[in-house]
């Protein structure tokens, strides 16, 4: 069937679908979420939880299933990175959209990511000034 994704996909095409999305090296490392699957976790369970439902948002994007991603991401502890990562893709992605409709729909969804990276910081500056600054500063690791 020509609509299947290959085999190797996981490992290999949605880290090269997502450097040329966003420009960043091996985003997924999809074997430490196999371990992690697994019981064998690579760090701790807290950890490997967090970076299951990063990797279910960023498959929901890329997959455009903006509701699925827009749930997910309000249970993520790394909101405005996330947010921020989503819209990335979703701009980057217009390209690649030849109906007036789907690309209407793809600027509708990274401006609603956009907006709510935008309320993050939002809500930190209005409710705790110095925890708004290490939001900003804050360096997130690379592989989800």
């Known amino acids: 069937m020509q609509n299947e994704l290959p085999d190797d996909f996981l490992p290999d095409g949605l880290n090269g ?3 040329e999305l966003t420009s960043i090296d ?4 999809i074997l430490e ?5 697994l019981g064998f976790y690579v760090t701790d369970n807290k950890q490997a939880e967090k970076k299951a439902l990063n990797f279910l948002i960023i498959f929901a994007v890329v997959f455009n299933r903006h509701k699925l991603a827009k749930v997910l991401w309000k249970r ?7 947010a921020l990562v989503c819209s990335l893709i979703y701009k980057n992605l217009l390209p690649y959209c030849q109906e007036s409709y789907l690309k209407s729909q793809i600027e509708t ?3 609603d990511f956009a907006k709510a990276a935008i309320g993050v910081l939002d809500a930190s500056f209005k409710y705790n000034d110095p925890r708004s600054y290490s939001i900003l500063t804050y360096k997130h690791p690379v592989s989800i």
Do not use: G
């Open 76 to 82: 993520t502890e790394d909101p405005l990175a996330i």
């Open 26 to 29: 091996s985003m997924i490392n």
């Open 17 to 19: 679908v997502l450097k």
């Open 33 to 37: 979420i196999y371990m992690n699957q």
């Open 109 to 111: 969804y990274q401006r």
